[in-house]
């Protein structure tokens, strides 16, 4: 049986890897469809791959936190939810919640 430590690392670890596939994903798609000519940038320059590279860790590492950050509070959110309304918890990321 996995501890709740080891469970809620273990969702954010998912979260970061499905965030950071968005980010390759959406990058390919950019360069693939040639938005704003950076795939012609890209080729016509002997060191594309060097902007193909950042820019894909760059992409990777926003949509990872992204979806890092929403995870948490996802957790958060689901904690106290008896007394929530239909738009759900009433306190926004669990803060000014009474101790």
């Not at 430590?5 to 959406?26: E, F, K, R, T, Y």
Request: aromatic share 6%; proline share 4%; with cysteine.
């Amino acid at each position: 049986m996995r501890s709740p430590q080891m469970a809620i690392i273990a969702h954010c670890v998912q979260s970061l890897l499905a965030g950071a596939v968005a980010g390759v994903v959406s990058v390919a798609e950019l360069v693939f469809t040639d938005v704003g000519s950076i795939r012609t940038m890209m080729l016509d320059d002997p060191s594309g791959w060097i902007a193909f590279t950042l820019l894909a860790s760059a992409f990777a590492s926003t949509f990872g936190m992204a979806a890092v950050c929403s995870a948490l509070l996802d957790i958060s959110g689901s904690e106290d939810t008896s007394s929530a309304g239909p738009g759900g918890n009433r306190h926004s990321a669990g803060f000014g919640r009474p101790r």
